[in-house]
């Protein structure tokens, strides 16, 4: 986070609300986390973040304080005489009216204030920064993440799941839908979420500015495993980003030896081709992931469990188990053909 | 009516009104009791069309729906307390947020206020029943009915699993499939029915029912809180009745008003159910700002500072809270300008609020606290309500909304706000009016604990919300990974929640033993200024002996002991209550109160019957239909009541 010598009042203010402070400061680290900004879309929120939360624990402070000083105020003040037990006195109705009025003066100039900076911070968010953005798709199913690099050659179009691959400091647009219900892109260190509508849709867009790998997941809750439908960000300096998406436009190589050239089998004739596409080969299905490059990877079931070799039979084996009600049926399959498939998964990098 | 009963005011005659003698006290008494008496034994338990025996009713109902919304809670944070925990599995929890949200805002929240209201408003306003007792009956047994349709088909594993805002298409026939929706769509059926009729009992008995002289601008705050809220309801959930019919009849018979693949609009369903769901906030949060003037009038023996400000805030919040939906759709395709519109509109709540605060505050600092249980409650609510406010207030900003829309951001929000703002001073009412529901006090020890433990398990658990949230973690999941880092805050909002069930235990504690062994109340215990604490504690079934005449916006405090004058020269034979004009109440004619019947109970059974049958078929709406004329027939069947020849007169309470 880059502290910009304009904001350092606020950062002073912050100090100041060092109880809420201190508790918060622990959100301020994580790969899942609004206030680790890693991009000008959730930096500018996580400032607004700060400035917001200072007004606020000063207004309460103050509002609070009134409440103490009255109730201390009035505990302490001797017996009213008896014909003004129930009405105030004129005196105090004077001091009570200013009170209410100063109150209410500060409660108008801090909302107005307030509107202001988040209007103007919501204008700026909605401008794309930077160079020319690149193009994203992204279709939201129960539960995972279809992402599409669209392209004008039919042949280098790239479909994967579940990992986006960004370079770095360049704007991405992403333009959304759904196929089935509703669902919300959010990867807090980039951007605030945006919902996948069927029927509509949607466009964001966000920049890293510094490699990593951040973790979005959905925001709107979708069903059963809305728990689990998670994706990742890869940013990634612009020639590791073009050696990525050059790899992911390259079909499924065909497997050499006997025992991938088994697992080839076994997908090609078994139930997953009906559901998954592997380019290059005769698997077209289209109602789960693309496994062209699914070993290339970090995770599977949409950011569920880290992809090992161990992770990926389970996951064949009994989907169920690790994300109940998630579409994928169990499979049975004997030992040697996993053994083979398994293989011939592992080789699709 | 064209005409105007004579009754002479304190401006017409300077000269006190003259005494009712001890004997014909008595005799009103007596001729009021066997009147008003009410039928005894089960059938006359169902029969009952006494506005506070169905208030209790109600507020007991609505308590235990509390204490099951509750266990949801529980089991929600048992099941969160640490990652990957397989306490419940998605498809139970899904059933257990779905029925909490649905159970606290639909079966508990609204009903509750309007309970409270339909308890006090006739005793606040000095009238002896609500103004349409039949009515007000047949909500009460459509409201349980909603409620046992709903925890029935819970318990056979058909409890609503899309959320509390049933978000289409999730909610919607292709992907959840199974009766489960349905079940929830036919629940606000019932509510709904239930809610509307409240709205329409308070609004009618506080214009027209009001004891003589109770001019507009003499009405206790409590009331005008009721009413105010009476009047959203009416607004509010005709939105509501659409989309939840429409809803059905998707689910139903194939209409296609939420399918975007044939023509119809995923979208429109927010639209019409924040529409309904937003001002829903403000129809729970308003009663609680009438009981929190009351409880801090009460409790500082003064009068609230600024009544036409209060008033005013009121009904400016109430009007603001429709133009506020869209702040819950920040993250759908919005234009730029109309997400600006939402946040100004949003942020300008906090105006009234604010007046509200501070008027509160002046009259505490004018006045002489008395730190009673009901009164630390009403602190309680300051020290809570302002920070679900503020939270409030930040997530209006459409930037800021975007990265804590839908997390535990939001849940921490919504809870400071309802916990703080509405079940804080609705404790703070229970301990307030417990004295007059039932002739006793309850231990001021115990609910000092029941407020201590209340105070210390929301801010443990609730607060560590704010930052979970913002460290990324979404609402509404049923588990979350361990490297995600959310373990320890989510064990410690897990272990608050243990203390709020410890206070809940002290609370049932408190009010079952009270009633035994509670110090006997009196008519007045805590000399407050209105009027239902001018009967005896609990009050007869006729409410008050006479209808009060009112002179200033204390009555209690406005007029000196024994001063208090009544009118006399109502029936004492009939139902007879006095119908007061709306501006200046003024007395305008008699009127006569629908006496105790059983065709509400049969209207519930048959129309809410042919409701749950609509579940399954359309055909249960016709079967319905044909019962539900039948006994409407009976229940509009011409009576005729002769009018009565005793002229009116004002007298003073000996």
Known sequence: MTAKPNFAWRNAFTRCALCYAALTV????????????????????????????????????????????????????????????????????????????????????????????????????????????????????????EVKYDDPDPH????????????????????????????????PNLAGKKDLIPGHETVTWFRADSAGTYRGQCAEFCGHQHAKMAFYVVAEPRLEFEKWLDQQRQEAKTPTDSLTQTGERVFLSGTCAMCHTISGTGAGGTVGPDLTHLASRRTIAAGTLPMTTGNLAGWILDPQSIKPGVKMPPNQIDPQSLQALLAYLGTLK | MAYSEALPMREDTPEPPPLITVDVENDVRAK????????????????????????????????????????????????????????????????????????????????????????LVPLMVGTRNVAFPRLNALGYWMYLGGGVLLYAAFFMNTGPDAGWFAYVPLSGPQFTPGKRVDVW???????????????????????????????????????????????????????????????????????????????????????????????????????????????????????IFGYPAMVLSMVSTAFLGFGLWVHHMFATPLPQLGQSFFTAASSAISIPSGVQIFCWIATIWSGRPRFTASFMFVLGFFFLFIIGGLTGVMVASVPYDLQVHDTFFVVAHFHYVLLGGAVFPLWAGFYLWYPKLTGRMLSERLGKWNFWLFFIGMNVTFF?????????????????????????????????????????????????????????????????????????????????????????????????????????????????????????????????????????LLLAVFGGGSIVIAIFSPWGVTIGAIFTFIILACWFWPTISPDSDTPLARRRLP
């Not at chain 2, 916006?553 to 004058?565: K, M, T, Y």
């Open chain 2, 185 to 303: 769509a036919q629940m606000i059926t019932f509510t709904e029915i239930a809610a509307l009729i409240g709205a329409v009992e308070i609004i009618t008995t506080v214009f027209k029912q009001r004891a003589p002289g109770m001019s507009l601008n003499r009405i206790p705050l409590f009331v005008w809180a009721e009413v105010i809220t009476s009047f959203m309801i009416i607004f509010a959930l005709p939105a509501i009745v659409i989309s939840s019919t429409m809803l059905a009849t998707d689910r139903l018979i194939d209409t296609h008003f939420f399918n975007p693949a044939e023509g119809g609009d995923a979208l429109l369903w927010q639209h019409l159910f924040w529409f309904f769901g937003h001002p829903e906030v403000y129809i729970i949060f308003i009663p609680a700002l009438g009981m929190v003037s009351s409880v801090v009038e009460t409790f500082t023996q003064r009068r």
């Open chain 2, 464 to 600: 560590p919300m704010h930052i979970l949230g913002l460290m990324g973690m979404p609402r509404r999941v049923y588990t979350y990974l361990p490297e995600m880092g959310w373990g320890g805050l989510n064990a410690l909002a897990s272990l608050g929640a243990v203390f709020i069930v410890a206070s809940g235990v002290v609370f049932v504690v408190n009010v079952f033993r009270s009633l035994s062994v509670g110090a006997p109340a009196g008519d007045n215990p805590w000399n407050a200024p209105t009027l239902e604490w001018a009967t005896s504690s609990p009050p007869p079934s006729y409410n008050h002996l006479f209808i009060p005449v009112v002179e200033g916006r204390d009555p209690l405090w406005d007029a000196a002991p024994g001063e208090l004058s009544v009118v006399t020269g109502l029936r004492t034979d009939r139902h007879e209550g006095l119908v007061t004009s709306i501006m200046d109440a003024i007395p305008e004619r008699r009127y006569e109160f629908k006496k105790e019947t059983i065709l509400p």
């Open chain 2, 32 to 119: 009021l009791s066997a009147t008003w008496r009410e039928k005894s034994g089960l059938w006359g338990w169902l029969t009952s069309t006494n506005h506070k025996s169905i208030a209790k009713r109600y507020i007991i109902t609505a308590l235990i729906f509390f204490a099951l919304g509750g266990l949801e809670a529980g089991m929600i944070r048992m099941q969160l307390s640490r990652p990957e925990n397989r306490f419940v599995g998605p498809d139970l929890y899904n059933q257990i947020f779905t029925m909490h949200g649905s159970t606290m805002m639909f079966l508990f929240a609204v009903p509750v206020m309007e309970a409270v209201g339909l308890y």
């Open chain 1, 156 to 187: 280098n179009i790239v479909n994967t799941a579940n990992e986006i691959h960004v370079p770095v400091g360049r704007p991405v647009l992403i333009k959304m839908t759904s196929t089935d219900v509703i669902h919300s892109f959010w990867a």
């Open chain 1, 26 to 145: 622990i959100a301020c680290s994580g790969f899942q986390s609004a206030l680790d900004p890693k991009g000008p879309r959730a930096e500018a929120v996580a400032k607004l973040h700060w400035t917001l939360t200072s007004i606020a624990t000063v207004v309460y402070v103050m509002v609070i304080g009134a409440l103490v000083y009255a109730l201390w105020r009035a505990s302490r003040r001797p017996p009213v005489p008896e014909e003004h037990h129930y009405h105030e006195t004129p005196e105090q109705a004077a001091v009570m009216k200013r009170g209410v009025i100063i109150g209410l003066s500060a409660t108008v100039v801090i909302m107005l204030t307030f509107v202001v900076v988040s209007v103007s911070t919501g204008s700026t968010l909605a401008k794309v920064g930077g160079d020319k953005p690149l193009r994203i798709d992204v279709v939201g199913h129960q539960w995972w993440w």
